[in-house]
């Protein structure tokens, strides 16, 4: 493996490029020219634990034809996935693509696609974008990989930043599902970081009655299990301030869509009722209405 | 009638006081030595669009008995009742007591009362204590009065400050807490003033989804009918903070318990579940925690 084509120039994005440009020819896909210009120029510069360094990336706005490559990665938000779909429909159906998306959403998106090789990704990164050309690694996790479609090779080869290949996509983005569901829209909703979760014992219980439901609709075997990691998460992340909240507080849209609103789908699908779902699910979009006026 | 007693120095004792004793005697209890001697030298000022009117009126700290009165009223909170009984107690059988608070947990204290003549009521002023000895009379509504036992006669001579007599003070009461049950949780949790819950068509269902387990719980006839009041209350109140919000922002004790903690109790006599209810209680008592800090 040689090339590869990373999609979308949010935190996520330039992490990977930053990364991955040490070995592999990576061109990034930025929304806009400005963004594009602005890396051809400047590189992109990475900081972690107090240092920094820039990286030579090569960056195109996506307005045109996707450069075939060896492995594609999209890091675009669910809510924007549609729009590049067109793009990657130009592709010949041996590349290979990885989605790295929150929730589960996307799924049906990829049902439909004519690729023969693709692939999903959950990420335990904390990354965050502080302007066009800078990212900084605020946490150091690791990312997940599992084949939604075809074999793994074409990503085996990737070493340079750490990648874990699981078995079982399904049960990979469940977890992580069960986690955003939780942290996301709670935090978001009470203006908390994620460690007053499991501080304060009232809102220690509202994550439980939320986690309940949550579990009766996904037929979670071994519920105890995905408890005891989201647990775990609120712990090791507790100073942070989770995505939902930041979008919240920064009036951009969530992704409650992809998150919530997928448990409501399955919840139709299985004729469950999930009342603190739906109240949650009103309660991020209204306050999302509220701050985008 | 001559002589009122009017315990608690909130916005609604002060509002009391201040008209009432144009016509009446009347005495105020207040919770610190301090408060009371600012009234006893300042009086108290009743500001209403635009302008303001100093009365006169005499301040007791609540420390000793309580004075004989015609009408004694209790304007304090719901979770203050307790403290203020054994006072309550030490009057005559005879002594016709006024309660008004919010919610109707108070209703399991009047039971134990021995005075054979108790009121409740409700308001529909806004009011607002701006300091020890002032306070804004910010909407103009009216006082609900129901008998909860004895006759009506004490109570029927008030004059100068409009009270409507109610015949049904269960009706009264439920009529108050679910407009309260509404509107006050949702907008400390939201943060928004009364009006968005009409207004943001997500928060307006969230709203929806509430009263629907709130009608179910107490049964109500006519469901309608409550739900077209609240809607009423949200529009007329549309640029005010409800109390509870007020409460969250200032770091003070909610009335949550008094509130939805009824409809708990009520849920659970009646082994109905309250999903919505259970995680909106624990969000207000984990929002009241995090304040409290």
Same mark, same amino acid.
């Given at each position: 493996m040689?090339?590869?084509?990373?999609?979308?120039?949010?935190s996520?994005?330039?992490?990977?490029s930053?990364?991955?440009?040490?070995?592999y020819?990576?061109?990034?896909?930025?929304?806009?020219?400005?963004q594009?210009?602005?890396i051809? $120029?400047?590189?992109?510069?990475?900081?972690?634990?107090?240092?920094?360094?820039?990286k030579?990336? %090569?960056?195109? *706005?996506?307005?045109?034809?996707?450069?075939?490559?060896?492995?594609?990665?999209?890091?675009v938000?669910?809510?924007?996935l549609?729009e590049?779909?067109?793009? +990657?429909?130009?592709?010949?159906?041996?590349?290979?693509?990885?989605?790295?998306?929150?929730?589960?959403?996307?799924? $049906?998106?990829l049902?439909?696609?004519?690729?023969? !090789?693709?692939?999903l990704g959950? @990420?335990?990164?904390?990354?965050?974008?502080?302007?066009?050309? #800078? @990212?900084?690694?605020?946490? +150091?996790?690791?990312?997940?990989?599992?084949?939604?479609?075809g $074999?793994?090779? %074409?990503?085996?080869?990737?070493?340079?930043? *750490?990648?874990?290949?699981? !078995?079982?996509?399904y049960?990979?983005?469940?977890k992580?599902l069960?986690?955003?569901?939780?942290?996301n829209?709670?935090?978001a909703?009470?203006?908390?970081?994620?460690?007053?979760?499991?501080?304060?014992?009232?809102?220690?219980?509202t994550?439980?009655?939320?986690? $309940?439901?949550?579990?009766a609709v996904?037929?979670?075997?071994?519920?105890?299990?995905?408890?005891e990691?989201?647990?775990g @998460?609120?712990?090791?992340?507790?100073?942070?301030? #989770? %995505?939902m909240?930041?979008d +919240?507080?920064e009036?951009?849209q !969530?992704?409650?869509?992809? +998150?919530?609103g997928?448990?409501?789908?399955?919840?139709?699908?299985?004729?469950?009722?999930?009342?603190i779902?739906?109240?949650?699910?009103? #309660?991020?979009?209204?306050?999302?209405?509220?701050k985008g006026?």
């Amino acid at each position: 493996m040689k090339t590869i084509g990373i999609i979308g120039g949010g935190s996520l994005g330039l992490l990977f490029s930053a990364y991955l440009s040490d070995c592999y020819d990576v061109t990034l896909y930025t929304k806009t020219k400005t963004q594009a210009k602005c890396i051809n $120029e400047n590189g992109i510069t990475l900081h972690r634990q107090g240092e920094h360094h820039t990286k030579k990336v %090569s960056a195109i *706005p996506l307005e045109k034809n996707i450069k075939e490559a060896d492995l594609i990665i999209i890091t675009v938000k669910q809510y924007h996935l549609k729009e590049i779909i067109p793009f +990657i429909k130009t592709l010949t159906i041996h590349t290979p693509l990885l989605f790295i998306q929150n929730g589960m959403s996307h799924i $049906e998106i990829l049902k439909n696609l004519p690729q023969s !090789t693709l692939y999903l990704g959950t @990420v335990e990164h904390g990354a965050m974008r502080t302007n066009m050309d #800078s @990212v900084h690694h605020t946490g +150091i996790g690791t990312t997940r990989i599992a084949s939604y479609r075809g $074999e793994m090779e %074409s990503i085996l080869p990737i070493v340079n930043f *750490p990648w874990v290949i699981e !078995t079982d996509w399904y049960g990979m983005l469940v977890k992580k599902l069960v986690v955003n569901a939780l942290i996301n829209p709670l935090t978001a909703l009470y203006r908390v970081k994620n460690g007053q979760l499991i501080h304060n014992s009232y809102f220690y219980k509202t994550m439980r009655l939320l986690f $309940e439901e949550i579990a009766a609709v996904l037929k979670l075997d071994s519920a105890f299990n995905y408890w005891e990691n989201a647990l775990g @998460v609120c712990s090791r992340t507790s100073t942070n301030q #989770s %995505s939902m909240l930041k979008d +919240i507080q920064e009036g951009r849209q !969530t992704e409650i869509d992809a +998150i919530l609103g997928y448990i409501q789908t399955q919840a139709a699908e299985k004729r469950t009722s999930t009342p603190i779902v739906d109240f949650l699910y009103g #309660s991020i979009k209204g306050i999302e209405e509220e701050k985008g006026d």
